[in-house]
């Protein structure tokens, strides 16, 4: 196959940026406008399928590397999913706390500048929202993850990525030596994802005994009622105010004796200083990295089952892929349940079979189908 691995003069390009290899980054571009204290960068790492999609990250110390490594993700996310999407990412410095018309005319100037790179279509991450996604559609018109109003299907609100991890729970089973029906279940983070997922799996007969937030947890050995604690949260409750369990410090989670262990909070929550507290079988990664790749290993060892992140987290970029082709929340459900279902298949089978990790055997999956993608194009190109 031919490749990209030299420069002009013959040179080996691995390593001028720091982090390029023969995946990508295809483009970097840096977007600085001093006049309106815009600082921002875009890398669209890899369009072998299509255009690529990715969060608009807003922070005050997001960095180019960090977006790489955000970009790179998408690709492999995206290729896992089987989308007609690549991976990118964009990043913009600034407070997004910061008044709104402050924000917004950041992002639109932002958005402007970046109107002719049609290989990226933005979407909402951490610092952003549909507000943000219907600004930015406003000036380019490429944007997903945008209120109903304007075409958008709200997946935060319907519980996209809660959806996709049930699947993926549910296609893990036969891997599992305990029914769905009466598991018991921790959340750990009671937010878009954590609360959603709670829902599809008492819905299935799962039962939530426990659940945290940024603030503290809730337990109940019989059942927590989640459409009440979802109902409390929502009203900005937090979860240890709850009146229907006992109130636990925010980590007390990671004790308690589960079945299924659902992080669905930040990254890094488990590392190797914890990780021998958990007492669960199966760990379905709702939020992205949240385990450590030590910590990871560890539970492989002791026979806990991972589902990696980039496959069980999948329900929310599929859904705003089936948004821009312009599908409808049936559609996109659709979507999510059956390429879940089928890639977590797959990867348990792939680490049964050479004897890995489901994490490597996820990776090496995404890497594939990444590289047959690339095939198809004249030169090989990403
Ligand atoms: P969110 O802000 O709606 O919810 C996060 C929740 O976690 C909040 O309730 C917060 O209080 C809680 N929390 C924060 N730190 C905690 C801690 N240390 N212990 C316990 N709880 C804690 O965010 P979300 O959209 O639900 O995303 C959660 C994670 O899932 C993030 O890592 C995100 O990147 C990832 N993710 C989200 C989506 C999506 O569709 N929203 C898709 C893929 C991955």
Request: net charge negative; charged share 25%.
């Amino acid at each position: 196959m031919k490749r990209w691995s030299h420069g002009p003069g013959g040179e080996a390009m691995t390593g001028w940026l720091g982090f390029e290899d023969d995946l990508g980054p295809k483009r970097v571009i840096h977007v600085h406008q001093p006049s309106l204290g815009l600082q921002g960068a875009l890398v669209v790492d890899n369009v072998a399928a299509g255009p690529s999609i990715g969060g608009l990250r807003m922070a005050e110390d997001v960095t180019v590397a960090e977006c790489f490594r955000l970009a790179r993700a998408m690709s492999l996310k995206n290729a896992a999913a089987g989308l007609p999407h690549g991976g990118g990412k964009s990043v913009l410095r600034g407070d997004p706390k910061q008044p709104r018309e402050n924000k917004e005319e950041l992002i639109r100037a932002f958005a402007c500048a970046l109107g002719d790179v049609e290989d990226y279509i933005f979407g909402p991450d951490m610092g952003t929202d549909e507000g943000a996604m219907a600004w930015v559609k406003d000036e380019i018109g490429r944007s997903v993850g945008l209120p109903r109003e304007v075409g958008g299907i709200p997946l935060d609100e319907l519980g996209a990525t809660g959806f996709g991890l049930m699947q993926a729970i549910e296609a893990a089973m036969p891997a599992t030596d305990f029914e769905l029906a009466g598991a018991r279940v921790v959340i750990q983070g009671f937010g878009a994802v954590g609360m959603h997922t709670a829902r599809f799996l008492a819905e299935r007969g799962a039962v939530v005994i426990a659940a945290s937030d940024s603030n503290g947890a809730v337990l109940n050995d019989g059942g927590l009622d989640v459409a009440a604690l979802g109902d409390a949260k929502r009203q900005g409750q937090a979860v240890a105010d709850f009146p229907g369990g006992e109130a636990l410090d925010r980590d007390a989670v990671i004790d308690v004796d589960c079945e299924i262990w659902v992080p669905a909070a930040r990254p890094d929550v488990i590392d190797m200083g914890n990780v021998d507290r958990l007492r669960t079988k199966l760990v379905p990664q709702g939020a992205n990295i949240p385990i450590t790749t030590e910590a990871e290993q560890s539970l492989h060892a002791r026979g806990i089952l991972c589902l990696p992140d980039f496959i069980a987290n999948a329900g929310g970029v599929i859904c705003a892929a089936m948004e821009y082709a312009g599908a409808g929340e049936a559609a996109a459900f659709a979507a999510i349940a059956e390429k879940i279902r089928r890639n977590t298949e797959e990867v348990l089978q792939r680490s049964r079979d050479e004897g890995t990790t489901p994490r490597a055997a996820a990776f090496r999956l995404a890497e594939e189908r990444l590289r047959r993608a690339m095939e198809t194009r004249r030169w090989s190109i990403f």
